[in-house]
C-alpha cells in the first residue's frame, strides 16, 4: 500500500460527490423549466386589482395557479365547460361534499359525476363565491374552469396572452 492511495481515495470520493452534486442540480433546474413551460402562470401578472394577464402554454393552453376553499390547485380555462369541473381526487384533496350524482355528456361520452360547491375560488386578487361545480370520474389534477365562473369575466386573447378583467356586478 503506497503513500498516495488515501488521498487518491479523498480524491476520487469528491469527485464522485461533485457528479452527484451537478446531476442533482440540473435535475431540478430542468423539472423548474418543464413546469414554467406547463404553466407559465404560477406568478399571476397583474395589470389592476381587477385585471390579470395570463400567457399561453406551449400546447396553446391557459393554465394558472389558484386558490378553492383555500387550497392551492391548478386551473385550466375551459370555455367549452358549463361549470367548475374537478377530477375525484382533487375534490378529495380538498375536502369538497359529494352531492347527489348527475350524468354528464363529455368529449370520452356519457359519465356520472357529482354536485359540490365551492365557498371561495381565487386566482390572484380575483376572488368568486359560491360556485356550483362537478365532481368527475378521472385522474386530472388540474380543476376546469368552466363558463359558471368565466361569465363574471371579460376575456380578451391577443396573441399568445389572455386578459382576464372582472365585471363588477
Not at 32 to 53: A, M, R, S
Not at 62 to 78: H, K, W
Not at 103 to 114: D, E, H, M, R, S
Amino acid at each position: 500500500m503506497s503513500d498516495n492511495d488515501g488521498p487518491r481515495k479523498t480524491g476520487r470520493i469528491m469527485w464522485l460527490l461533485a457528479w452527484v452534486l451537478v446531476l442533482v442540480l440540473m435535475t431540478w433546474f430542468f423539472q423548474q423549466k418543464l413546469e414554467q413551460d406547463y404553466n407559465p402562470n404560477q406568478q399571476v401578472q397583474l395589470l389592476d386589482n381587477h385585471t390579470i394577464v395570463l400567457e399561453q402554454n406551449r400546447q396553446g393552453h391557459y393554465l394558472l395557479s389558484g386558490t378553492i376553499n383555500g387550497e392551492p390547485v391548478v386551473f385550466l380555462l375551459d370555455t367549452g365547460a358549463t361549470q367548475v369541473a374537478l377530477s375525484r381526487p382533487v375534490a378529495d384533496r380538498l375536502a369538497l361534499p359529494l352531492g347527489r350524482p348527475l350524468l354528464l355528456n363529455t368529449a370520452a361520452g356519457q359519465v356520472t359525476g357529482y354536485r359540490t360547491h365551492i365557498k371561495t375560488l381565487s386566482m390572484g386578487p380575483l376572488t368568486l363565491y359560491d360556485l356550483d361545480a362537478v365532481v368527475m370520474p378521472g385522474r386530472n389534477s388540474e380543476v376546469l374552469l368552466g363558463m359558471n365562473a368565466l361569465r363574471q369575466f371579460e376575456l380578451i386573447q391577443r396573441g399568445s396572452q389572455l386578459t382576464i378583467k372582472y365585471l363588477a356586478p
